[in-house]
């Protein structure tokens, strides 16, 4: 292949490969920080204890983070099928993205939920501040540079699962790196595929970087 | 405005039970400053915390401005508690919020409209001397500059009580000074009445009118600063007038003299001196100001047995001082 076939093949694939994991991220970004927030809230001497609630859902989020990706994809079918439609193109490949990413966005956002000093918890609550005003203007509020870039992180493993669209008929840079690239050996694609997802990846990062650094007023 | 009846705490973990306050009763008067002293560990933080239920107290009572807040839920709880400031040890403050932000805050959580919330944080900023920096962020500013921010945003519901968690344990001493010259001065000019905790016995000096001492759970002595200092057994006293060891040297009399008040105006120990010709020993002492009384305490020694000066001690004690003979009981002195 010369690089004038190879470029039509790009563009679509970097479309699809954005498009993937940006809708997986926003549906990520939302049900991550929900469950995130939970874990949290409902561990013991938490905001709004619950220790069985919790044990749950810990036990889900870390199954949900144990299978892999590939595996995961596969099993979830008929629930794919269900949610979009279809099992077979992007909008199948987003489903089980958003489903793999959600319990590994959750534990982050735990993890910067818990860096919040508990004193500023405890002089809002002797303020009288309500359990939503502190999750909300204490918590998520005070965490917000530790949960950019959690899912700065979050979005970086998503597109490495794109990756693995092509399975369930999705596309994107790592379906064509495997089609062709893998498959063909058509050393032209790789080294092109390579090359963009490694561009994105940078530019997620700095991005993330940027916004939290904005965000952290020390 | 306080009232704390036979408060009780403990903490039960896996294997063991901790009682952090074990029975405890006081009460603080309107406008009053009163310390509770003891060492990390005394159970003091816990006592503080029950106070506003941020601890809910295994047993006992907490009244303020005659409510028993222990009898309060929810919603209710929670307005008891916009009427009650409180200050930290480390400060509390939100650090993604300026300092105007974080003084709001409070003003949020009650409800106050916006124009009359930004009126109110300049006002409570004027008040801790800050209103310069009410856009920078925490991070930017002192301890101390942090600590006045975390008293106005305690005043910010105009709360009638203030709890102090040892506020200005993480200041250095001149800061600390200045903390608490502005915590008298709220006291003062505000009628606030504040219940502080600590385990610094300068604070105790400088702005307290009652204090309590706290060890294990319990307060071992409790009452106006000026009376606990003229009793010669308190632990206040002790700590707060340093005196060499008691260690009287053979045909002397060792007393120690405390006195309170106008007495520390008068000259008695040149008076005792001339009136029965003797060569009076000052060993050890300290007079100061606490809670605007001058209050001393010295360790005199007498030429003598204990036996042989019954009348000089007589006359200090009616000079209106407190004296305590050091000296071993011998067997007719015992009586």
Not at chain 1, 68 to 92: D, K
Not at chain 1, 171 to 197: C, D, P, Q, S
Not at chain 2, 21 to 50: I, N, P, Q, Y
Request: hydrophobic share 45%; proline share 5%; charged share 20%.
């Amino acid at each position: 292949m010369s690089w004038d076939e190879v470029t039509p093949l790009l563009w679509p694939a970097t479309v699809d490969t954005l498009v993937m994991t940006g809708v997986a991220t926003l549906f990520t970004a939302v049900l991550g920080l929900l469950l995130g927030v939970l874990l949290v809230v409902t561990e013991r001497g938490g905001l709004l204890p619950a220790p069985p609630v919790n044990r749950v859902l810990g036990l889900v989020v870390d199954i949900g983070r144990s299978l892999p990706f590939l595996i995961l994809m596969v099993a979830i079918i008929p629930f794919t099928r269900a949610v979009v439609g279809t099992s077979i193109g992007n909008a199948a490949a987003i489903v089980p993205l958003t489903v793999g990413a959600i319990p590994f966005y959750a534990r982050l956002v735990e993890i910067a939920l818990r860096e919040v000093d508990p004193g500023v918890v405890a002089a809002a609550n002797a303020m009288g501040a309500t359990r939503r005003e502190i999750v909300g203007k204490v918590l998520l509020r005070e965490a917000r540079p530790g949960l950019v870039s959690g899912l700065t992180v979050t979005v970086i493993a998503l597109i490495g699962y794109t990756a693995m669209a092509g399975t369930v008929g999705g596309g994107g840079l790592g379906n064509l790196a495997v089609v062709y690239g893998y498959e063909r050996f058509e050393t032209k694609v790789m080294v092109a595929t390579v090359a963009l997802l490694v561009v994105i990846v940078l530019a997620v990062q700095a991005i993330g970087d940027l916004v939290a650094r904005r965000l952290t007023h020390k | 405005m306080i009232q704390i009846e036979k408060l009780r705490k403990v903490y039960r973990g896996r294997d063991r039970e901790v009682t952090a306050v074990d029975g405890v009763d006081l009460t603080v008067a309107e406008g009053e400053v009163f310390g509770v002293l003891g060492r990390s560990g005394a159970g003091k933080s816990t006592l503080l915390r029950c106070v506003n239920l941020l601890e809910r107290p295994d047993e006992g009572r907490v009244v303020i401005d005659g409510r028993d807040l222990l009898s309060l839920r929810g919603a209710e709880l929670r307005r008891a508690r916009q009427g009650i400031g409180m200050i930290h040890q480390h400060f509390g403050l939100l650090g993604s919020r300026t300092v105007a932000g974080n003084v709001a805050f409070p003003l949020e959580v009650m409800g106050v409209p916006r124009a009359e919330r930004a009126r109110r944080v300049a006002e409570l900023l004027d008040l801790v001397g800050l209103g310069d920096h009410a856009k920078a962020y925490p991070s930017r500013i002192s301890g101390g500059q942090k600590q006045r921010v975390g008293i106005a945003r305690a005043l910010a519901g105009r709360p009638k009580v203030l709890l102090s968690d040892e506020a200005t344990s993480a200041l250095d001493p001149e800061t600390t000074a200045s903390i608490l010259d502005l915590l008298r001065d709220l006291n003062r000019r505000l009628g606030l009445t504040i219940l502080l905790i600590t385990h610094e016995m300068d604070v105790v000096k400088s702005i307290c009118d009652s204090a309590a001492i706290m060890r294990d759970g319990r307060l071992t002595e409790s009452g106006p600063v000026p009376e606990l200092l003229a009793r010669p057994d308190s632990d206040l006293a002790r700590g707060l007038f340093p005196l060499p060891p008691a260690d009287p040297r053979e045909g002397t009399t060792l007393v120690e003299v405390t006195f309170v008040g106008s007495v520390a105006d008068e000259p008695f120990v040149s008076a005792l001196a001339r009136k029965y010709s003797l060569d009076v020993n000052i060993l050890g002492g300290a007079v100061e100001t606490v809670a605007g009384e001058r209050v001393g305490r010295l360790q005199l020694e007498l030429p003598g047995d204990p036996s042989l000066n019954a009348a000089q001690l007589a006359f200090l004690r009616e000079s209106g001082l407190t004296v305590t003979v050091l000296n071993p009981a011998t067997p007719e002195e015992a009586r």
